[in-house]
């Protein structure tokens, strides 16, 4: 597999001590400066040979770094890593919901990050580990509850009979709180359970995931909110 990194950053000294810390680790970065750059970088790249993370600055010349990663994601799963130079970004960066998988704000540490970037690419890898093939093969591995089908070998969710078509987060955020159906999870248990390893994303990336999930819920059934808020305490799936 790639061990490339892209470094999309149009300051050639953050540049070059990101790279230094890459290469220290046994990574290759490679680096553009440009938004159009990283995306043709990502759209030419033979499949095996791509960049397997993404490091994409938001304050680029051409285009804004929540621009590129919305086009990156039109063709890309690559794990995405935004540089902020600002804090209020971050609320966009996790509003916007496009998809990014941790951001670190300037100035930072070149050897956090690449330590960030080894847990988002351990967590990327269990993520796409082909399913081991049931032991009673034959018979389609179903759980969930009257309402919701959990399958979790097509890591697909279906909701009144219906697929939903859910981010790997929202998946994995609502396959979580099915296996528990009824429990009150708090918000730090769904960030270790879903989002384990990125111990420092903010809690608010569960309320902003749960949000969009509810969305894609409420369009099949306008009637229900199956997931429920505790305030203080976290969320539940009601009971079947
Ligand atoms: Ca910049």
Do not use: N
Request: neutral net charge.
């Amino acid at each position: 597999m790639s061990r490339t990194i892209l470094i999309v950053e149009d300051e050639q000294a953050i540049a070059d001590s990101i790279a230094y810390a890459l290469r220290t680790d046994g990574f290759v970065p490679r680096h553009v400066t440009l938004g159009e750059q990283a995306l043709a970088v990502m759209r030419s790249s033979e499949a095996g040979a791509a960049p397997q993370l993404v490091v994409l600055d938001i304050g680029l010349p051409d285009m804004s770094g929540l621009e590129a990663c919305r086009q990156l994601r039109q063709f890309s799963d690559v794990p995405v890593i935004f540089l902020t130079a600002r804090s209020d970004e971050i609320d966009r960066i996790v509003g916007l919901e496009i998809g990014a998988d941790d951001y670190v704000t300037k100035p930072f540490s070149p050897r956090e990050l690449v330590a960030r970037i080894r847990v988002i690419l351990r967590r990327a890898r269990a993520a796409t580990m082909p399913p081991q093939p049931p032991a009673d093969a034959g018979k389609p591995i179903v759980a969930g509850t009257p309402k919701f089908e959990l399958r979790a070998l097509e890591a697909r969710v279906l909701f009144h009979g219906q697929p939903l078509d859910l981010t790997r987060y929202e998946y994995l955020l609502l396959k979580t709180l099915l296996e528990s159906p009824g429990h009150v999870l708090s918000r730090t248990q769904l960030m270790e359970r879903v989002w384990s390893g990125a111990s420092d994303t903010l809690e608010r990336t569960v309320d902003a995931h749960v949000k969009s999930l509810r969305a894609k819920l409420r369009a099949i059934d306008a009637q229900e909110e199956p997931i429920q808020t505790h305030r203080g305490l976290g969320y539940s799936l009601a009971g079947a």
